[in-house]
């Protein structure tokens, strides 16, 4: 069975670029944003839509409104296909070889397939940083910035509620949980590394 190592993050806390790094490091495949590209071949819809539908809440928004068909029937029926799409790329990418995926509940989707879970948070100061360093054109104040970071999270949340009963961000759903907060993530990629491969042989 492959190697699958899926990063469910806070918004601001670094969780992309532990995934970009752990997969160089493991030798992995890589998959974020190009589950979106994906996703638009699959469906014929631009990236730029389906990601405002998967990123900005309209996932939480469709479905308060599911059991009303006469209400907004081509969202729901987006909706509908990008989750459906979504699950059938996770599943083909997950049988292609070992990967590292960011995001998309890639943890429930493919349980079925014993990935490693991990959860990437960090304090809100630290976010905040995190976002002004690797976000050069964010105009926001820092209490724009901070309530955008807390909308995210919520979307995350509420999406991951959606396709499961498990909390997302509890602890005791994740394999390993990781606070970002003061650390240069390039520095723990390495006793990451070792600790995922470990992982792997005790399983």
């Not at 492959?2 to 601001?12: A, D, P, Y």
């Not at 308060?64 to 989750?83: G, R, V």
């Not at 990935?115 to 960090?122: E, Q």
């Not at 909390?167 to 070792?194: Q, V």
């Amino acid at each position: 069975m492959n190697k699958i190592v899926t990063i469910s993050r806070e918004f601001g806390s670094g969780g992309r670029e532990i995934g970009k790094r752990l997969a160089e490091e493991l030798g992995f495949a890589y998959y974020d944003r190009e589950i979106i590209t994906e996703l638009s071949k699959e469906t014929g819809m631009t990236e730029e839509y389906i990601r405002n539908i998967s990123e900005k809440g309209i996932y939480t928004y469709a479905f308060q409104f599911a059991k009303s068909f006469a209400m907004y029937p081509s969202l729901q029926s987006n909706q509908t296909e990008i989750l459906v799409k979504q699950q059938k790329i996770l599943k083909e990418i997950s049988e292609k070889g070992n990967c590292v995926i960011v995001g998309r509940g890639a943890n429930i989707i493919l349980r079925e397939k014993s990935p490693m879970n991990i959860f990437v948070y960090a304090d809100m100061e630290a976010k905040i940083n995190r976002c002004r360093t690797k976000r050069k054109d964010e105009k926001l104040t820092d209490s724009e910035l901070k309530k955008k970071i807390k909308q995210v999270d919520k979307n995350r949340r509420n999406y991951h509620e959606i396709i499961s009963d498990l909390e997302w961000g509890a602890k005791e759903n994740y394999h390993l949980c990781i606070n970002t907060s003061n650390i240069e993530i390039k520095d723990i990629i390495p006793s990451l590394s070792n600790y995922i491969e470990n992982w792997f042989r005790r399983k």
